[in-house]
């Protein structure tokens, strides 16, 4: 099966590239092996996205891309992508079931959750060790929880947490939060949220499930315990770049290096969203790539058309 432009992941970056790409008369298709909407599904208010005055459901949001992408005529393919490879300037997409030709690639790949790598962390996942409040947070009404991190993620999910939890503690390893100020202001303010600074986890304990922290504080030296009956762990992201890793150019990170117009390094293949090395992952930052690169993924093909086709046009 042919198409003119393939996108890999279905997040905002991956939608709104679904969109312009369709719109813009190309025979589109897009794969998604999980969940269309990517991180997005599991934030339950996106409330700083343009046009919404009202904070919006994270799959409501995306659910109205695809609906819109189809709409213009985009194809969305529930297979998960295992290989990529090149004829030429043509791509080739491959599935555990199926081969696809592409005249250009974006991928919208995007990334995951850290981990700490504590003693206890992967042992107890599910069982008290999360990384979304929004999947996880009202198995903790009344609850004593702790959220680890300083970043808008961290901050902003503590604060949900507080909806069904009695008590939120925000363990951060430095002095100050490195969440916007509005944020941070919320979050001072809320009397069931307590702020635990100069902090690092050193282990994850509990038999069947968490139920305490060992910390361990960098300033003073010491150790201590906190009893607690979860964990949400935001400690920053992790690329998914495994198709990527042997072809286009990464950064220190693994993250996709790309051009103002998203290209990398390999003509037709582009990158968009949390994949790329980028100053802000916002969903709106997102939507933002996804239409630049289409754009000119456009621009790309009808340059290079003779050579993609052997001369036979469209």
């Known amino acids: 099966m042919s198409y003119d432009v393939l996108i890999i992941g279905a997040g905002p970056a991956g939608l709104s590239a679904a969109v312009y790409a369709a719109r813009g008369g190309l025979n589109t298709a897009v794969f998604e092996k999980a969940i269309v909407g990517g991180q997005i599904t599991v934030t339950s208010e996106v409330e700083n996205y343009p046009g919404f005055e009202d904070a919006i459901d994270g799959v409501e949001l995306t659910d109205r891309m695809k609906k819109q992408a189809e709409r213009f005529g985009a194809k969305f393919i529930d297979e998960e992508v295992t290989a990529i490879g090149l004829e030429g300037l043509c791509k080739i997409v491959e599935t555990g079931y199926d081969k696809y030709r592409a005249k250009s690639i974006i991928f919208c790949t995007g990334a995951h959750p850290r981990r700490m790598n504590v003693p206890g962390e992967e042992r107890l996942i599910g069982r008290g060790v999360s990384y979304c409040a929004t999947c996880d947070g009202a198995l903790y009404r009344d609850k004593v ?15 949900f947490l507080t909806r069904f939890a009695k008590k939120v503690y925000v363990i951060h390893r430095r002095d100050s939060l490195r969440a916007q100020k509005i944020i941070q202001e919320r979050a001072f303010k809320n009397p069931k949220m307590e702020f635990i600074w100069d902090t690092v986890v050193q282990e994850i304990r509990g038999e069947d499930r968490v139920a305490e922290l060992e910390l361990y504080n960098r300033k003073t030296e010491t150790v201590s315990v906190l009893p607690v009956d979860g964990i949400f762990i935001y400690v920053g992201i992790l690329p998914n770049n495994q198709l990527l890793e042997s072809r286009v150019e990464l950064d220190s990170g693994g993250f996709v290096i790309t051009d103002e117009n998203m290209h990398t390094n390999i003509p037709g293949i582009y990158a968009a969203g949390d994949i790329r090395k980028t100053v802000l992952r916002q969903v709106v930052t997102a939507t933002a790539d996804g239409a630049v690169a289409a ?20």
């Open 295 to 314: 754009w000119n993924a456009e621009k790309w093909i009808l340059e290079h058309l003779d050579e993609l086709t052997g001369g036979q046009g469209h």
């Open 145 to 159: 929880v702790a959220v680890v991190g300083g970043g808008d993620s961290a901050v902003e999910e503590g604060m």
